[in-house]
Each structure stands twice: as C-alpha cells, then as structure tokens.
C-alpha cells in the first residue's frame, strides 16, 4: 500500500466513536500496517460534537489530517458537517436514520438539515446511506449503531474480513463482542453489490 | 524643600497602590514580600488580608477586581508557583478594575529554597511586567502598574528583588489617583474559559502583546540615558543601580517596563555605542532576548548567573570586556509580528451542536433552583462548566481549578454584601476548594457555596477522589465526608438530596436568608452512573400551552412540538421540568414496568 489513508469518524458524543475507531486502528493493525489514531476527549464528549482520526499505511507520520478519504457519521447531521472534510471522491458513510437534534433546533432557532444527499452530491462525495439505527436493532441493541456503521464502511476500506474479525476481537469487550460481531456482519450486507467499490 | 518620606520598597509599595486608588490587599507572607501587606493593613481605606496560601489569594484578587475594586495580591518569588494555575488563565480574562500582582524575588537566597527568576512568568503569561530600582519607584509604579492593567485588561506583574523591597530610600509622595467607578459586567465570553471562549481570548492575548510591545517602546519607564563612552548598558530593577555607579560614564538602557522588552529603544543603544552588556540577576532574561535580535551583546559570560550582585561585582565581571576590541556593527533584525490563527469557518447552515448537561443531570436542577433564587455563583471545572453556556447562562466565571470559592470571598467582600455565589464539584472541592474554604471562613467572606456532589469525578470519565474513596482500580479505599469536614471547619453545612427538587429549592431559600458563609452540599450521583430510567414523563397536551418554562432548562430531551412538547427518547425521567411546569401539563408516572 501507498501513502497514507485517513479515515474520520464523526458523531455525537457518547455513541461509540471511540470504541469504532479502536475496532479500525486494530483492524488495521492486523493487516500489518503502521496506524495511528488522534481523538480529543474530557468537555467536548458532553452531547457535543466529536471526531476521532484513524490513519494507516505502510509508515504513518502525522496522528491527525484535515481532509478524509472515507468519514464514518454515526449522526446524519454530523455527517453533513463533515462533508467539508472529505476528500475528493471520498465515501461518507452515515447513520442517515440517526437524528440527534442539538439544543438550537430543539429551540427553533434552527433547522434540521434534510438535503444530505444533494449536499454530497454537489460535494463530489459518494453517499452510503445506511439505516444503522434499524441494523443495530436487528442485531439486538441499538448501542451497536457505531459497529453496524462501520461493517457498512468495511465495504469501502482494503482490509480482510480475518483483519476485521481481528479487530473486533481485539477492541471490543468480551461480554458485547457477539452482538457486535452481529451488527458488523448485518452493516457489511447492507451495502448492495453494486454499491461496492 | 520637598517633603519627602523614607520607606523601604515594601512599604513604598503598599503607599504607592493606597495613591493609586487600591482599596483591596492580599496575600501570603513570604520573605522579602511580607511588609507590603503589614504595611497595607495599617493604611486608611485599604482592605488587607492574609490568605491561606497565593493562589487563594489570587483568586480572592480576581474577585475583588470583578467586583470593581483595584485590588494588590504580594508573594514572594516562590508564592507565584503556588498561585500559577489562577495567574495563567487571568492573562485571558484579563480584569475589571486593575490588578497587580507582586514577586518579591530572592537572588542568592537570603530566606529562600531556590532563587528562580520570576521575569520569566511574565512572559510565560505574556502580560506586562514592571521592575522599580528604588523606593520612589517602587512608589511611583504602582499607578502606572494599575492604570496599564485598566488600559489594557491584564494582570500586571510588579517584580522586586530583596534589594528594592528591603532597601530604604527616600520617597516623593504623590496626589492620590482619582478613579472612575467600574461597574461589575457579566460577560461569559470574557470570565468563564471553557474552551470555545478560551480560544478567542488567547487570539487576543496575543495581539495585546503585540499593542504592549508599542507601549513598552513610548512608555517613559524605558529611558535610554546619555554617557559618553562607547560602551552602554542594558538593565533594570537593582542590578540598574550596580551598573550605573560601576560605569559612570557608560550610557544606558534602564528598563522600568522589561516586558514585552522595547525592541526600538535598544536598537537606538547600540547606535550610540559599540559594546552593549546586559547587567542583570540570575537568568539571562533580557540578554536572551536582545540576542535574538541577531546583536552582540556581553552577557552571562561576564554576569554570574547565580546569587546577588552589586557594583564591584559588575566593574569586575565587565571590565576585560570594555577594553576589548569592539564587535562589529550589526544591524537588529526585529521578530515579525507572530501569526495568529483565524477562528475556523463553521459550515454554512448547519445548526452547531456544543457539548450540553446530561439529560437527567442534577446540576440542572441546582442551576434551576439558584436561578429562582437570583443567585449568580462564581463558576469552577468540571461537567457543571457547561451550565455557563445557553439557555442556562448560569455561571459567572470559570478560571481555574478550585478558583470559585476565593472569587467569591474576594468578590463579596469587595462590595460588602452576598453579591456571588460560588459553584464547585465534588472532586474540584477536594483538589483545591477546602483551602479557599477555610480561607473564606477565617476571613469572614460572606456567601453560598454549593458543592456539586456527584460521586465521582465525571468530566474526565468518572475516577474516584478523596470523597468517594474509590481507587484507579475501583477497590474501596476510605472516604471523607464533606459536611462533617465543612462542619469541622466551622462553616455552617446542609447536604440535600440534589434529585429532590423541592428540598433543594427550600435548602438554598433558607440559606439566601442567612448571614455570613455556608456550604450546601447537593448531593445525587452522576446520571451516566445510575442508568435506570427513574420515572416516565407524559405531557397533557390539553394544559400545556408551550409557554417555555421547562425549555428554559436547557434538557436536550424537551422538544417544542406544534402547540406542545414532546419529551425525547434521551429522557431519564429526572422530573425538573414538572418542577418548573406552572400549569400541570408535564406529569412523572413512575417506569413502565412498575418498578
């Protein structure tokens, strides 16, 4: 592998960003690659926005990048926000069924965006909207919102599904792991063949 | 002939900040700064105290300031370490009335563990700094130190050695300074540094550096004086003194403002002569600097690093220099202006999501009830920070950990009322809030101190603490009780159930009414750690008529519906806003399934 990816999980905090993007970096991790990953926790984790930065390749320099070539959204207006962080002919991957209102639409004092599509469009993003709410229910919790999204994203990353089985082993704990292992295999099916790059 | 007094820089220090309209004086004793505050307490008008430890006293300080009272905080060099955590965020939020904080230094360690520079806070802190040589300036910087603190919202550093603070001299007295009255105006985006906040402040520190940097180069405390040998100085505060009777015929750069250092004022020096040296005590603070001009300069090579100097020591340490051949000339190549970050662009229309209080979270029902009460508490660190920000705008201030109660104190006693309330956790209240507390009580600061009892430390992903007892490891370890630690203090203590809505409303009423200090300690663990849902709530869309009430609470699981409101999934059943319903339209029915 050339040069260095960057992935970017986007959400709200307390959804399960963190335990995603330690799933990625040990998944990554497993393929022999050099990773590194960068969040930022502690004030912003209070229902605010947050964002963690996993990177790998074969030598990985910096911990953190402005632009992504695949975002993973676990909340479909965090997922807007992101689009400005994506790479060229990247891939947003979004919970597009998660709606988490904050405070300023709760008031009116602002809307609720609902043009994701024609926004990622208009972006040059390609768009995997995933209903990871409705996955992560069939797997049997909706915690696994985070995981269900990120089998739906194991479409578009260049890993094995031996590295993936891996990685969730590795970061996941034991006591979740099988519903987790459920949520991930139903977010990978989710993604049609066609939409498979 | 001129009347004049004979005062020891210590004691020209607290009568210069009395001329200078100071009417707030505090710190912790510590040679050589002790007498300034002896002195301040036996001025007319001027408030003295000693505090429990520098950076209480700081923090006391600040709250005088806020209150509108130009207020003194004394230290020795030692002292500032103990007050670094307030000192640092204050460059931030700068201050209402002015403030000047003194380092009474010690080189060569008459009374003293170390000898560390203190100038180097000034820069660290990147706030001006001012160095008197004698007792009339020690006077006369005061009202200059208060006026550029008002000027340009800072702190002010007013750094002495124990030759200026100890040594007697004679002193001019002054007119007293006339002052304007500032009113206290609560500004969040100035007084509580959370990080969205802190962010646009730093940008500001930066760029009243830069404008100090200006004054630094107009301001008649840096004067560069004629000699008539090729040879000039570079100093300021005693080791000027040495220096001048050393090398009489030397001209000189005497720095009375030494930071930010006036870049211009030494580039005119070394057109005049050929040789510079920097004559100054312990770190070559100045002769860094100087050097970083690209112009030659003799320095530390000479000066000795360490311990005091004085005349004989500088003539000896710099005459080889003087008689050597003189460097070439060099022109000064001036540092550009640093760049400073834009504030990044948010994406056009969407809706900003700021981290929020937990839905269920009982820091929300005390914010309520104090509200209700009129109460405007001095804020602190932790999860409760974010109470500041809209719609509960219910925090005053934020500086630094364990600075709510010390605001307060100084606050209150500033305007001689229970003007503020503080705010503080659980955690927090161990790591530096008992100090401020014990302070405020042998001080006899009025005021209400509510300790946000939660069981945890939660901002930081719920460690344990002195008053939970609970290990990295999460075995048990002894716990300590805060009421009966308040209790043994001798401040007046109530705990109550922070999930009891009513008892905390009636708790803080009843301790509104009283005089003097206490302590109420509202008491509910963290909702993260107590998942179960405790109620459910219903709305009777027939009654409610969406007037507001419960939104005011800022619940990120009440959403205005079309004429009602719906409550959200995130709901843990807490039943704040039945509490604050006026019309019976918001009804708690206990959990689904009976239990």
């Known amino acids: 592998m050339n040069g260095t990816t960057t992935v970017s999980l986007v959400g709200v905090g307390g959804q399960g960003i963190l335990l995603a993007a330690a799933i990625l970096a040990e998944t990554a991790a497993a393929e022999g690659l050099d990773v590194k990953a960068s969040e930022v926790k502690g004030m912003a984790q209070r229902g605010g926005s947050v964002l963690s930065t996993v990177r790998f ?61 024609e926004a990622a469009a208009a972006s040059g993003v390609r768009l995997l909207a995933v209903d990871a709410e409705g996955l992560a229910r069939e797997a049997g919790t909706l915690r696994a919102v ?5 089998g739906a994203a194991s479409t ?42 | 002939m001129e009347h004049t007094v004979f005062f020891s820089g210590n004691e020209a220090i607290a009568h210069g ?23 301040a307490a036996r001025l007319e ?82 706030i001006p700094m001012l160095e008197p040589s004698d007792s009339q300036e020690a006077y006369d910087f005061l009202a200059e130190a208060f006026a550029l603190s008002e000027e340009f919202d800072t702190p002010v550093l007013l750094r002495t050695t124990t030759r200026v603070s100890h040594g007697r001299g004679r002193v001019v007295p002054r007119v007293p300074v006339q002052l304007e009255p500032r009113e206290y105006a609560r500004d969040i985006s100035k007084y509580v540094m959370v990080p969205q906040y802190a962010r646009v402040r730093s940008r500001l520190v930066l760029e009243r550096l830069q404008a100090l940097r200006r004054r630094s180069e107009q301001s008649s405390l840096n004067v560069l004086e004629a000699g008539t040998a090729d040879f000039g100085i570079i100093a300021s505060g005693v080791a000027y003194t040495y220096a001048r009777e050393a090398f009489p015929k030397a001209w000189s750069l005497k720095l009375g403002m030494s930071n930010p250092l006036p870049y211009a004022k030494i580039a005119r020096l070394y057109e005049q002569v050929s040789r510079v040296a920097v004559v100054e005590e312990l770190d070559p603070f100045i002769e860094e600097q100087v050097r970083a001009l690209g112009l030659p300069v003799i320095g530390k090579e000479a000066i000795a690093a360490d311990g005091e100097l004085d005349q004989d020591a500088v003539a000896r340490a710099l005459e080889p220099f003087v008689t050597r051949k003189a460097p070439r000339r060099r022109r000064p190549v001036f540092p550009p202006a640093p760049h400073i970050t834009s504030p990044p662009e948010p994406l056009a229309g969407l809706p900003v999501r700021p981290p929020v209080l937990c839905p269920g ?40 950990m364990g600075s709510s109660i010390g605001m307060m104190a100084g606050f209150n006693k500033a305007l001689g009322r229970k003007g503020a309330a503080a705010v503080i956790g659980d955690s927090t209240f161990f790591h530096s809030g ?43 370890g002894p716990a300590v009780d805060i009421q009966r630690l308040c209790e043994g203090i001798g401040v007046r203590c109530a705990t109550v159930d922070a999930s009891d809505y009513g008892a905390l409303d009636a708790a803080i009423g009843a301790e509104v009414d009283l005089v003097g200090l206490g302590v109420i ?32 609470i800022g619940c990120p699981a009440i959403a205005p519906a079309d004429a009602t409101v719906e409550i959200t999934d995130a709901c843990t059943g807490c039943a704040l806003c039945v509490e604050v319903c006026r019309r019976g339209a918001l009804v708690c029915a206990g959990v689904e399934d009976g239990a």
């Open chain 1, 57 to 117: 390749g074969s030598k990985v320099w910096s911990p953190v990048a402005r632009h992504a070539e695949v975002v993973i959204a676990t909340e479909a207006l965090e997922g807007h926000r992101a689009l400005g962080m994506l790479a060229p002919r990247g891939t947003l991957v979004c919970a597009v069924t998660t709606r988490i209102m904050p405070g300023s639409v709760l008031r009116h004092e602002d809307a609720y965006p609902d043009d994701l599509a």
């Open chain 1, 146 to 150: 985070n995981v269900a999204l990120l």
């Open chain 1, 156 to 197: 578009a990353l260049p890993f094995s599904q031996e590295s993936w089985r891996r990685g969730l082993a590795a970061a996941v704990p034991a006591k979740i792991l099988e519903v987790n292992v459920r949520a991930f295999a139903l977010g990978r099916e989710s993604v049609g063949e066609e939409e498979v790059q």
């Open chain 2, 17 to 39: 900040a009395a001329r200078a309209g100071a009417r707030f004086a505090c710190g912790y004793p510590g040679t050589p700064s002790t007498e300034i505050l002896e002195t």
């Open chain 2, 45 to 126: 008008g001027v408030h003295a105290e000693w505090c429990i430890n520098e950076k209480v006293a700081l923090e006391t300080a600040v709250g005088a300031s806020l209150a509108g009272v130009r207020s003194l905080v004394t230290m020795k060099h030692v002292g500032l370490n103990v007050a670094a955590d307030p000192f640092m965020t204050l460059s931030l939020t700068g201050v209402n009335a002015g403030l000047v904080v003194v380092s009474a230094d010690d080189p060569g360690m008459h009374s003293s563990q170390n000898e560390q520079d203190n100038r180097n806070y000034a820069r660290f802190a990147k």
């Open chain 2, 361 to 400: 979270c009982t820091h929300r029902s005390v914010y309520t009830a104090m509200r209700r009460h009129k109460l405007a508490p001095m804020g602190d660190i932790g999860c409760y920070t974010l109470g500041a920000l809209p719609p509960l705008l219910a925090l005053d201030s934020c500086l630094c």
């Open chain 2, 434 to 476: 008992i100090t401020a507390l014990i302070d405020a009580y042998y001080n006899e600061a009025p005021g209400l101190v509510m300790v946000l009892d939660n069981r945890t430390t939660a901002m930081t992903g719920h460690q344990g603490h002195p008053g939970t007892g609970v290990r990295p490891d999460r075995t048990q």
């Open chain 2, 521 to 552: 300690v509202a008491l509910a663990p963290c909702v993260l750690t107590a998942p179960e849902k405790a109620g459910e709530i219903l709305v009777d869309d027939a009654r409610c008529n969406l007037c507001g009430l419960c939104l005011e």
